[in-house]
């Protein structure tokens, strides 16, 4: 078995930071990307930030320079660090991972989401 486990969410301020967290666990032989993505209410899905085994990381226009992606390999864990944040910033956060299993087969898993509500 294989999940992820988002962390980290929470209603805060205009302006004010937060940092998310997202433990992968189970039969992992290896992690190629992990990303965010998330979901406004009444809107589609959407790419926030990804990152690659070689640390190469993309980021959704609207997040630049205020989200920042990272990743601790040994603990098969990936952050997102969420800095000036916007009312249009509140939805739910998922996190998502492109992996190896034990048994060498691919698996695309998917958190069970954390929220995160900006107030203005």
């Known amino acids: 078995q294989v999940h992820l486990v988002e962390s980290g969410g929470g209603l805060v301020q205009a302006g004010e930071s937060l940092r998310l967290s997202c433990a992968a666990s189970g039969s992992i032989f290896s992690i190629n990307a992990m990303g965010w993505y998330r979901q406004a209410p009444g809107k589609q899905r959407e790419l926030v930030a990804t990152?690659?085994?070689?640390?190469?990381?993309n980021y959704a226009d609207s997040v630049k320079g205020r989200f920042s992606i990272s990743r601790d390999n040994a603990k098969n864990t990936v952050y997102l660090q969420m800095s000036s944040l916007k009312p249009d910033d509140t939805a739910v956060y998922y996190c998502n991972a492109d992996l190896l299993t034990s048994l060498k087969r691919y698996l695309e898993v998917w958190g069970q989401g954390t929220l995160v509500t900006v107030s203005s």
């Open positions: 990152i690659n085994s070689r640390a190469v990381t």
